[in-house]
């Protein structure tokens, strides 16, 4: 797994529960500055983390 948050670049990987440095992945590097984390309020459900492990 890939961080895609502005101005970071790790890597993650769940099994050996390590963080990496990995290759450059084509653009975009991550989510415009502009727009809040997960994504923008009235386009993610009220129940978006209950939903994460479905």
């Known amino acids: 797994m890939r ?4 101005g970071e ?3 993650y990987e ?3 529960q390590k ?7 084509p ?3 991550s989510r415009p500055l502009e727009q ?3 994504a923008p ?3 993610v459900p009220a129940d978006w983390q ?5």
């Open 3 to 6: 961080s895609f948050e502005p």
């Open 9 to 11: 670049n790790w890597f």
């Open 14 to 16: 769940h099994t050996t």
């Open 19 to 25: 963080f990496f440095h990995g290759p450059r992945l």
């Open 27 to 29: 653009d975009p590097q």
């Open 36 to 38: 809040p984390s997960p």
């Open 41 to 43: 309020p009235d386009k």
């Open 50 to 54: 209950e939903r994460l492990h479905q």
